[in-house]
């Protein structure tokens, strides 16, 4: 599915579904999520 979103940025944590819940795995996921949004969302070329 990520391959069909052009600006996708797919990211393998090696977890299933439940051990993504893990603290320390929340925290790389949340980081990783605000990084992108930080990036797409502030794009000047966007406007």
């Known amino acids: 599915m990520a ?3 052009p600006r996708a940025v797919p ?3 090696g977890a299933d579904h439940f051990p993504v819940y893990h ?3 929340v925290e790389k996921v949340v980081a990783d999520q605000l ?3 930080a990036v797409h969302l502030n794009s ?3 406007r």
């Open 3 to 5: 391959d069909e979103a």
């Open 11 to 13: 990211k393998h944590r």
């Open 23 to 25: 603290p320390t795995v």
């Open 35 to 37: 990084g992108f949004l």
């Open 44 to 46: 000047e070329d966007e």
